[in-house]
């Protein structure tokens, strides 16, 4: 019985221990939650929508707030651009909202490619 006794004063030392083990393996491996790049700008709020599509695609929908930029007129627009916020990206497939990402890095902007329209869970959407 005094065993026992003992043995269970160890039991709180044994489930740290095991506990800290299982977060160290957790980390190695990659598994830990992190907070994905999106998600820290969203939070941050610091951020302007840009719709790289045609006009045409843009009223057919588009995500709430965004603002339309198609990607052939980014260059020459990007005066309406605030270099102290991420530009986020997207269009319909991400094929421009890439040309659009590498354009606006090229000339200094903070930019996150969001790819494309359908795919987008994170904002509202509308018409």
Do not use: W
């Amino acid at each position: 019985m005094a065993q026992i006794k003992h043995n269970m004063k160890k039991l709180p030392i044994i489930i740290l221990t095991a506990i800290a083990l299982v977060n160290i393996m957790m980390l190695m491996s990659g598994c830990q939650k992190q907070i994905s790049e999106l998600d820290r700008i969203v939070e941050e709020n610091n951020y302007t929508i840009v719709d790289v599509r045609t006009k045409e695609e843009y009223e057919t929908g588009h995500v709430k707030d965004s603002i339309n930029i198609p990607v052939d007129e980014i260059q020459s627009r990007l005066n309406e651009l605030d270099k102290n916020k991420t530009i986020i990206v997207y269009c319909r497939s991400g094929k421009r909202s890439t040309t659009a990402y590498n354009i606006l890095i090229e000339n200094g902007y903070k930019s996150y490619n969001l790819g494309a329209y359908e795919s987008i869970t994170k904002f509202e959407k509308g018409a």
